[in-house]
Every structure is written in structure tokens, then in C-alpha cells.
């Protein structure tokens, strides 16, 4: 670990929406995310085990996509040492005045190397714990934000960054097939569980999913008949299933703008520092879907555009570079 500052874990995001009323049917309603707080531009959500203001924020939009990811420090030292680790490797940082995001504290805000809108915050109001709150429990039950998964050109770079650099450790990896094998995708955790950040080879910088966590299986199937009950039937993209990554079970959901979500349960503990990464080839079925089932197209191909931190346009997309010139590789490009 980095001496120079102590993330935590992923702490929350921003979803961009087009239309407040039908994002709360569903994020509220549906899957059961905690309403903290509202304006008319924003709706702040928690789930069953926060202690804190939120862990998505919903931001009023002409188009759908991602405002910001955001990890929780230790210290407010932290925040001074990230800032220099950014500006020294010649990225956009700004800070944030307490209350500039409702319930956040002083906050930085980076434009990562890689373009995506980053946030670190150490402080949050606190919010009275819901996970005894029984009878505020429904839908999916969802119960915290557990990680975020981001596409990409360079997963090689970001993978020396983040580990090298901003002490996260590495818990699964896949490679191409070939005689010197290529990093595609890696997963990498600050709290010791899988992890709370994938990074995966496609075009980019967008976000693929955040994923939230939910008590166990029963709650997944349970927010299936929750969602196909109130007709959101073709939100449900993927799953439910069973990851070999992460060995977690899953369901993928689109909300009503096109953003994407996954229910998450049953993952690992990663805590034992010798922990070596668990390596997955790029054609292995059972990478992806231990059962083998494959993944739809539209899981390969739609991802979440992100804003600049400076002009707040969407970011410029690049491809990947020096990718084998083969089918099943290009199939999985983003």
C-alpha cells in the first residue's frame, strides 16, 4: 500500500437521468434503495447497511451517463497527497466545497489519466442505519455500492496505477490466449472482498456497470418478480447467473435512461496479503457465466459515456491498440 494516503472503497457515483419521477419508480419502488434526499434535480440513495447520505446520486440530464465515481479516504491528508500524485502526472483536479454534492465534504475531483471523472471524500452525513428497519425493506433489498466496473483501452496502465501507485491489490485477471499473453481485464480491491474496481479492455473511457450488493440469491430472484410485476420485464438484460469472475451471482439491469446496474451477491474474502490474483483465459465460458451461458450483445457493446471534468462534455473515445486480428477478441471490444 501506498504510504502516502489510505483509500478505502468505492463510495458512491452519479448517475445522469433524463426524468426524475420514472428513476425513482425504479431505483426506489422497484429495486428498494433508500430515498435520503431530494431536489428537483437530484435524488440521493442509500442502501439497507449505509450509515451515510448516499451511495448513488441521480442528476438531472438531457442525456443519460456518468457525473462522477467516487472513493472514500482515511484522512484528509489523503486528499492532499492524491492531488499531488494527479497534478504531477498532468491531470485536471479540482476541489470540491463542502456541500457542493449534498452530504459530502470537502471532496477532490480528478480527470483521471484515462479520462474518467474521479472523486475522493473522505467525510459524509451520517443516515440512521435501515438494515433492522425491516419493514422498509423491498424489492432487491439492496444493501450498499460494492463496486464499479470501467472500460478501456490501456487496461495494462491503469492496472500500474492503481496498484503501483494507489495500493490496490489485484484478486483476478484475464489474459488473451496467446504464447505471450495480453492483460485484458483485471479486478482489483481496496476493501477485502473481490473487489471495487474492474478494469476491462474496450473502448473508452466509459463505465460498464456499478455493482450494488444485495443480502443473498433470494433477493436477486425476489427483484426479478419485483421488476417483470411492474412491467420492467426488458430492463432485465443479463443474468440471474453465476460469475466464474468474482464467483458472485448476478443480475444486470438497464434503468429506464439506458444506465447500467448489477444486483450482486456471494463474492469472496481477499484478505490474506500473500492472496496471489486467480488468472482466467479470454475464451474460457466459464469466465464470464460459470454456467457457460453466453452474455447478450448489448452487454459487449452499450456502455456509459463520461464528462470532463473542465468543459462537462462527453469525453472523447479511443480504441484499443495492437489487439489480435481475431474474431473472438474483436467480439468482445465495448
Not at 463510495?11 to 428537483?40: M, N, Q, W
Not at 439492496?142 to 466496473?149: A, G
Not at 429506464?256 to 479470454?282: C, M, V
Request: hydrophobic content about 35%.
Amino acid at each position: 500500500m501506498n504510504s502516502d494516503f489510505d483509500i478505502v472503497r468505492a463510495g458512491h457515483l452519479e448517475y445522469l437521468v433524463r426524468d426524475l419521477e420514472a428513476a425513482r419508480r425504479f431505483y426506489v419502488d422497484a429495486l428498494g434503495f433508500i430515498l435520503t434526499d431530494s431536489d428537483p434535480f437530484h435524488l440521493y440513495l442509500r442502501g439497507l447497511e449505509d450509515r451515510y447520505h448516499h451511495c448513488l446520486t441521480l442528476t438531472k440530464s438531457d442525456s443519460p451517463g456518468v457525473g462522477h465515481i467516487a472513493f472514500r479516504v482515511r484522512r484528509d491528508e489523503d486528499l492532499v497527497a492524491l492531488e499531488a500524485l494527479y497534478r504531477a502526472r498532468g491531470c485536471s483536479t479540482r476541489w470540491e466545497t463542502e456541500g457542493s454534492e449534498a452530504g459530502v465534504g470537502r471532496a477532490l475531483r480528478v480527470q483521471d489519466p484515462f479520462g474518467f471523472p474521479v472523486e475522493y471524500y473522505r467525510d459524509m452525513k451520517h443516515e440512521e442505519w435501515m438494515l433492522r428497519r425491516f419493514q422498509e425493506h423491498r424489492g432487491g433489498r439492496v444493501t450498499r455500492l460494492d463496486h464499479f466496473n470501467v472500460l478501456l483501452p490501456d487496461v495494462a496502465a491503469a492496472y500500474r496505477l492503481y496498484c503501483d501507485f494507489l495500493g490496490f491489490t489485484c484478486t483476478e485477471i484475464t489474459e488473451t490466449d496467446e504464447s505471450q499473453p495480453r492483460l485484458w481485464a483485471a479486478w482489483l480491491r481496496r476493501k477485502q472482498t473481490c473487489h471495487d474496481l474492474a478494469l476491462t479492455t474496450g473502448k473508452g473511457p466509459r463505465v460498464h456497470h456499478a455493482g450494488f450488493y444485495v443480502a443473498d440469491r433470494n433477493a436477486i430472484m425476489d427483484s426479478a418478480d419485483v421488476l417483470a410485476s411492474m412491467g420492467y420485464h426488458a430492463n432485465m438484460e443479463r443474468g440471474p447467473g453465476r460469475h466464474g469472475v468474482s464467483n458472485a451471482f448476478f443480475l444486470y439491469l438497464m434503468d429506464p435512461d439506458g444506465n447500467r446496474l448489477e444486483l450482486y451477491t456471494g463474492d469472496y474474502l481477499s484478505a490474506d496479503p500473500d492472496w496471489e490474483p486467480i488468472r482466467w483465459k479470454l475464451n474460457d465460458p466459464q469466465r464470464q457465466t460459470f454456467w457457460g451461458a453466453p452474455a447478450p450483445q448489448s452487454w459487449f457493446n452499450d456502455a456509459m459515456l463520461v464528462r470532463e471534468l473542465e468543459t462537462g462534455r462527453w469525453h472523447t473515445l479511443s480504441e484499443p491498440k495492437d489487439l489480435p486480428d481475431r474474431p473472438e477478441y474483436l467480439s468482445r471490444l465495448s
